[in-house]
T-cell receptor, first 107, second 116 residues
Framework: GIQVEQSPPDLILQEGANSTLRCNFS?????LQWFHQNPWGQLINLFY???GTKQNGRLSATTVATERYSLLYISSSQTTDSGVYFC?????????FGAGTILRVKS | GAVVSQHPSRVICKSGTSVKIECRSL??????MFWYRQFPKQSLMLMATSNEGSKATYEQGVEKDKFLINHASLTLSTLTVTSAHPEDSSFYIC????????????FGPGTRLTVL
């Protein structure tokens, strides 16, 4: 089956810093989603992005489907950005999740 | 829009009992719902795919007689953990795909099950 790898596994930022999270996938996919899991476990949809670039406030994402990767950019990070960021590749009609990036933003 | 709820949010039960978890799409109809399991500090693992009015499709290694799934309507799917044991303790999360839309999945808040 498809492999989805995320990097880095852990990241500590000072408030106000920028960061880039990466998601590589081993096969062609129908789509790619990014999620933020908050400390209470709720998964929040960030982007549904099969290709190209999308922006939503301080967050943006780029997927290059031909090269099988996606990037999530967080600018001017805030403590509320802390949590786990997952990418998930749509393969067939299923989502295959990466292992996640644990982000901690310090004030 | 696209709100998914789960009930209960947490449950503690004794070994050998059964527990039912409900997943509802509150403001949309869902053709398909999914059930995931997440262990501490790990990623989400798909357990089964649930389609309204038909039998669920289970992933390899998931016991269908232990994890009973019923998708009775376009807004409700239930997961019943039968004869629960401590190793079934986990965080169970459902998701739903909106009818006649892209396959974007929207997730419920999760149910934390603890089996004593």
């Amino acid at each position: 089956g498809i492999q989805v790898e995320q990097s880095p596994p852990d990241l500590i930022l000072q408030e106000g810093a920028n960061s880039t999270l990466r998601c590589n996938f081993s096969d062609s996919v129908n789509n790619l989603q990014w999620f933020h899991q908050n400390p209470w476990g709720q998964l929040i949809n960030l982007f549904y992005i099969p290709s190209g670039t999308k922006q939503n406030g301080r967050l943006s994402a780029t997927t290059v489907a031909t090269e099988r990767y996606s990037l999530l950019y967080i600018s001017s990070s805030q403590t509320t950005d802390s949590g786990v960021y997952f990418c998930a590749a749509e393969y067939g009609n299923k989502l295959v999740f990466g292992a996640g990036t644990i982000l901690r933003v310090k004030s | 829009g696209a709100v998914v709820s789960q009930h209960p949010s947490r449950v503690i039960c004794k070994s050998g009992t059964s527990v039912k978890i409900e997943c509802r799409s509150l403001d949309f109809q869902a053709t398909t719902m999914f059930w995931y399991r997440q262990f501490p500090k790990q990623s989400l693992m798909l357990m089964a795919t649930s389609n309204e009015g038909s039998k669920a499709t289970y992933e390899q290694g998931v016991e269908k007689d232990k994890f009973l799934i019923n998708h009775a309507s376009l807004t409700l799917s239930t997961l019943t953990v039968t004869s629960a044991h401590p190793e079934d303790s986990s965080f169970y999360i459902c998701s739903a795909v909106r009818l006649a839309s892209y396959n974007e999945q929207f997730f419920g808040p999760g149910t934390r099950l603890t089996v004593l």
